[in-house]
């Protein structure tokens, strides 16, 4: 694994470059700084695709991402062998100018995150920025009217600028045409990019040019109007202008280069991570759920959920004892261990690559290289079983990647949905049909009697999971998580004596269904009295 900040970001991007050229697919994971910004957008039993992708887009946009891990599977020639390259980025979005980012932070996920030793001091301080494409633009416009002082995020920044200013001051007078002096950076001046650095001196000493040598140092050489002429239409501002673009662009330069490689990309239970990814580095995510989804098929054509691989393979798994939990940690230590390696044959080695095995003997939950590492270590292993699921074992041997690829084609671009009315959506077509069983009608016996969503849940919840939703005082509907739990409160609800349960018939228990039916009713009958009247006039 590799340890990714803002110090070392340029040096390792070539590399993460090549990682992903020669991949044969990329795991992912993020970690972030909440799931929802108030009850209102808690996920719903009731909830369709479209529903849960507003209410995700609604929190999305007020958080951020602090963490991404990203792993490169590369298979090693004709061996049944992968090896893994891990990159481990700490992440948070720099100021600039008028881009300033703001965010919330919920304290549940902070603190869950601490339980796992979470670095937020190499999050703040070590951060590589990212912007979307619409930050970018934003920037781009700031840069193009050169005004300076807007570009710095902080009042300090000033009073540090200025100090620079006064000791370039001091030793210019000192100097005469043809010499050269060297400013040191400090640690505060060091926050401040060279471009604000360069192009404010530059207009404040109309006879100096600055330049940054190898140690960083600011580098200031007296120099004739006609020498200052040439440089200014030289390309060195430019230069230093895409440098400042390219650090703030920070991770978003890898996104680009995973969009424009488009190897297959993994993750678990992944909804989330793709959209964070989705709004962070590329565009603010749309209102409309179908343009989302169209958009990310065009950046990723081929995206793998394991969540997902394991709901198509429970019986499976649950039949060779394997797996008693779908969660990520769970799946990983049933899969890595002695059992799981041997459960089926021919299952391909997963190392770490020369390098990069910090994880190798190492647990590191919720650290994003881990789990992106995790995440492509469990999706090999599925892939395997369920590749061979229908095959002999006389008939089995090693697997090509492509053979899993195909095995997989029924699972490609389905990703997992939590706790929603479906399993699953579709990104590269209509969502599936809802697989959770038929809402149930709840309704008071008492003329009069108020019902509340919350005695109804606290009434039902022993049963199992549940959400309510209520259509009236004494009148509501009830989503169940399973078939049990909905027989169960049907069974224990029989006879209870302040509430009738029943399955939710749209015809008998939509009050604009029954409205629609009754209006039906009094127009047909009025036509039949009309038609019964004329005929009558008629003898």
Not at 298 to 326: A, C, G, M, N, W
Not at 344 to 355: D, R
Request: aromatic residues 12%; charged residues 25%.
């Amino acid at each position: 694994m590799c340890e990714v900040t803002k110090s070392n970001f340029e040096n390792y991007l070539p590399l993460i470059e090549k990682s992903v050229k020669q991949a044969d697919f990329i795991a992912i994971d993020t970690e972030f700084t909440g799931l929802t910004v108030n009850d209102s957008m808690k996920y719903s039993l009731f909830d369709s695709g479209g529903d849960r992708y507003r209410k995700l887009r609604s929190s999305i946009s007020q958080l951020t991402v602090c963490q991404i891990g990203v792993s490169a599977f590369v298979k090693q020639g004709t061996e049944n062998r992968y090896s893994v390259r891990t990159f481990n980025f700490h992440l948070f979005p720099r100021s600039f100018g008028p881009h300033d980012p703001r965010f919330l932070i919920q304290s549940s996920c902070v603190e869950f995150l601490c339980r796992y030793n979470f670095d937020f001091q190499a999050m703040m301080y070590k951060g590589v920025s990212f912007l979307n494409n619409s930050q970018e633009d934003l920037i781009r416009e700031h840069l193009s009217k050169k005004l300076l002082f807007q570009g710095l995020s902080r009042e300090v920044d000033e009073r540090v600028l200025q100090q620079l200013c006064s000791q370039v001051a001091e030793k210019f007078v000192t100097v005469k045409e043809g010499d050269m002096f060297v400013v040191h950076k400090t640690e505060e001046v060091q926050s401040i990019s060279d471009y604000v650095l360069h192009n404010e001196i530059r207009s404040r000493f109309p006879a100096v040019w600055t330049s940054t040598d190898s140690m960083g140092n600011l580098v200031v050489e007296v120099v004739t109007s006609e020498k200052r002429r040439q440089l200014d239409e030289d390309s060195q501002e430019s230069r230093e202008q895409q440098q400042l673009l390219k650090t703030l662009l920070g991770f978003t330069q890898v996104f680009r280069i995973l969009t424009e490689y488009k190897k297959p990309l993994v993750g678990h239970n992944m909804l989330m991570d793709l959209m964070f990814m989705y709004d962070k580095f590329f565009q603010p995510l749309p209102p409309k759920y179908q343009d989302f989804k169209n958009s990310l098929h065009q950046l990723f054509p081929q995206i793998y959920d394991t969540k997902h691989l394991v709901f198509v393979l429970r019986k499976t798994l649950e039949d060779k004892t394997l797996v008693e939990s779908t969660s990520l940690q769970s799946l990983y230590t049933a899969l890595d261990s002695t059992q799981g390696k041997q459960k089926v044959l021919f299952s391909p080695e997963i190392e770490h690559g020369a390098g990069y095995d910090r994880y190798r003997g190492q647990f590191v939950p919720h650290e994003a290289g881990f789990d992106a590492y995790q995440c492509g270590y469990v999706f090999l292993r599925l892939a395997h079983i369920i590749t061979l699921k229908e095959v002999r074992s006389t008939e089995a041997g090693p697997c090509s990647f492509t053979q899993y690829m195909f095995a997989l084609k029924t699972c490609v671009n389905r990703v997992n949905v939590i706790r929603g009315a479906l399993l699953h959506i579709r990104l590269d077509g209509a969502d599936p049909p809802p697989r959770n069983p038929e809402l149930l009608y709840v309704k008071s016996r008492r003329i009069g009697h108020s019902l509340s969503a919350a005695q109804l849940a606290h009434w039902f919840s022993p049963y199992g999971s549940v959400d309510v939703r209520m259509m009236s005082a004494q009148r509501g509907l009830v989503a169940t998580g399973n078939y049990r739990c909905a027989k169960d409160i049907l069974e224990n609800f029989k006879k209870h004596d302040k509430i009738r349960v029943c399955y939710y018939s749209v015809w008998r228990h939509s009050p604009v269904v029954r409205g629609a039916l009754w209006t039906s009713v009094v127009v047909s009958s009025g036509i039949c009295l009309w038609v019964l009247y004329s005929s009558s006039r008629k003898t």
